[in-house]
């Protein structure tokens, strides 16, 4: 069965320093995977997918399939990324629900 | 304003009690998902449904049950035999395609047993 784990379940930073969070996969078929954020008094809302490739408020991820992980980085934290971080594998085929990680909580203090 | 609308927003239920918890949806979504959100644990899958008229269990369907009469609803049911329902429960829907895994999610319901 697919897992996703989440070793971190608290991240504290110091404004401006590196972030990264991390998320390794266990999954036989080829996933999709995603990170969700959670902002406090906020929804649940995407973040980023590895298949767009692309950078979200300074975000980025990387789908290792060598080493099934897709951690999470941000060059210099920001005050407003202290939110909880979710990150979630989808099956191309089979079960069409995600299956997400327990959290890690981002604390970015001044 | 297109989104999910979950009801209510706090829930206090008597032990032995069935509860119903409510999610609708305005986005045209086919699909619809109810996760658990418990401290430590993050979200675990109750329910799922692809398409009305069907649905498939999660990882911890026991003590749940949910029916999908219709595209824009997928109400979901606390059962007494639910050992622990005290949580946070959070409804999403999605597009089909590629966009199946982009969830949309409501703002939850919290379920409190007394």
């Known amino acids: 069965a697919q897992r996703v784990t989440q070793p971190e379940k608290l991240l504290s930073v110091f404004k401006g320093a590196p972030v990264e969070l991390k998320c390794n996969y266990s999954?036989?078929?080829?996933?999709?995977l995603f990170w969700y954020v959670q902002y406090s008094r906020q929804r649940l809302q995407l973040l980023l997918r590895?298949?767009s490739r692309e950078s979200i408020k300074g975000f980025t991820a990387d789908l290792n399939k060598g080493e099934t992980s897709f951690h999470l980085k941000k060059p210099f934290a920001q005050e407003e990324d202290s939110a909880m971080y979710y990150c979630?594998?989808?099956?191309?085929?089979?079960?069409?629900?995600?299956?997400f990680g327990s959290g890690t909580r981002l604390q970015v203090q001044p | 304003d297109g989104g999910i609308t979950q009801s209510p927003k706090y829930l206090f239920r008597k032990e032995g009690q069935n509860v119903t918890l409510s999610c609708e949806q305005n986005?045209?979504?086919?699909?619809m998902y109810w996760y658990r959100q418990d401290p430590g644990q993050g979200l675990r899958l109750i329910y799922y449904?692809?398409?009305?008229?069907?649905?498939q269990k999660g990882d911890i369907a026991e003590g749940y049950s949910v029916s999908r009469e219709k595209k824009e609803s997928f109400p979901l049911t606390v059962t007494s035999a639910q050992k622990n329902p005290t949580a946070f429960y959070l409804c999403?829907?999605?597009?089909?395609?590629?966009?199946?895994?982009?969830?949309?999610f409501g703002a939850g319901s919290r379920l409190t047993v007394l």
């Open positions: 999403a829907s999605s597009a089909q395609g590629s966009g199946a895994n982009v969830l949309t």
């Open positions: 999954y036989s078929g080829s996933p999709e």
């Open positions: 590895h298949i």
């Open positions: 979630a594998l989808g099956e191309i085929t089979g079960r069409r629900a995600l299956t």
């Open positions: 986005l045209n979504h086919d699909a």
């Open positions: 449904s692809q398409i009305v008229n069907d649905f």
